[in-house]
């Protein structure tokens, strides 16, 4: 060991488990992927496929091309749709122009598409609680009527929302909000409209629940919090809300490259977890930046255990997995 090793001074990582992706990002990759192993490049993707420039930069070294609208796809390509889902009239559109389209919206996000069709069915007007401008919220009210879903974003929305029959209301939410914020909404709306109807089961993903679960877990222990994500990744920007309610300073960060050791000063235990759209790479990236100036010494604390996994769509289901 030299004398500039020695001199390193010591920082405990304690290292969030779950984190980095989930389930419905993973598929949402490896459908681009299998797509380009199935139809050659280029393979056209509508909006980024899920919120991460080093995945994002992957594939388009792969043979990716990420386009924001389906007018800016030639005809004749294959066109994959972004894991936070589309609204009706994008598959619609593919299909008037004849174009082959696989859909990697996450099957949890599905999942609330079809609950907002079935309350809209049923005559009730939707409260859906979201973030403003973020491709989830955008999709999921391109699933049914205008006029069928307003937006909530905070408690004070609620306390200002006048609906028309106020006995005839259902909330939904995006999956990838905050535990903690989201139930504080419910709460008032449930409190204002005692009469309105929620999802059955939780609407928040169990990726986006367990990842604030496990910052919660750790960041008591920690002088400071690093979450890798990107800034227009909801989950990854509630993980830092998550830590800063726990009283521990917090910074997100897409790349090991822009670590701030001044920031760092003086802290003894420092914080790791990545966003559901973060592949694991990353997160070894900061952790090997971080041993250059420290002597680091890595600890993980685990507070759930994922095994969920989802299918591909059936153009891309090969002969060994089931359909």
């Known amino acids: 060991m030299t004398q500039a090793e020695q001199d390193r001074p010591p920082l405990q990582l304690l290292i969030a488990a779950p984190r980095g992706f989930c389930a419905g990002v993973d598929r949402a990759i490896v459908i681009v992927e299998r797509a380009l192993e199935k139809y050659g490049a280029p393979v056209y993707v509508r909006h980024e496929i899920v919120h991460n420039k080093f995945v994002v930069d992957s594939l388009k070294a792969k043979g990716a091309i990420f386009v924001e609208e389906l007018d800016q796809v030639p005809d004749g390509v294959p066109v994959v749709f972004s894991a936070h889902g589309v609204p009706k009239a994008v598959p619609a559109k593919a299909e008037e122009r004849g174009l082959e389209y696989l859909d990697a919206t996450c099957p949890l996000v599905s999942k609330v598409h079809r609950q907002a069709e079935r309350q809209v069915e049923s005559g009730r007007h939707i409260v859906f609680i979201g ?106 920007l509630r993980l830092v809300e998550v830590a800063e309610r726990e009283g521990t300073p917090a910074r997100l960060i897409q790349r090991a490259d822009e670590i701030d050791f001044g920031w760092l000063q003086g802290v003894g235990t420092l914080g790791i977890t990545a966003g559901a759209s973060a592949p694991e790479i990353l997160v070894r990236e900061v952790i090997d930046r971080l041993a250059t100036r420290y002597a680091v010494e890595e600890r993980q604390v685990e507070t759930a255990q994922e095994t969920i996994s989802f299918k591909l769509p059936r153009a891309l289901q090969t002969d060994a997995q089931p359909a």
């Open 131 to 236: 973030h403003k401008g973020h491709p989830e919220v955008i999709g999921t009210f391109g699933q049914v009527p205008d006029g069928t879903m307003t937006l909530i974003e905070t408690v004070a929305d609620v306390e200002a929302f006048t609906p028309a029959d106020p006995d005839n209301l259902a909330f939904l939410t995006q999956t990838t909000l905050s535990v903690d914020d989201t139930a504080a909404v419910v709460a008032a709306l449930q409190r204002r409209f005692p009469t309105i109807q929620g999802p059955r089961g939780e609407d928040i993903c169990y990726a986006t629940s367990n990842r604030q679960a496990s910052v919660k877990a750790i960041a008591p222990s920690c002088d400071a919090v690093v979450v890798i994500g990107a800034p227009n990744s909801s989950n990854s």
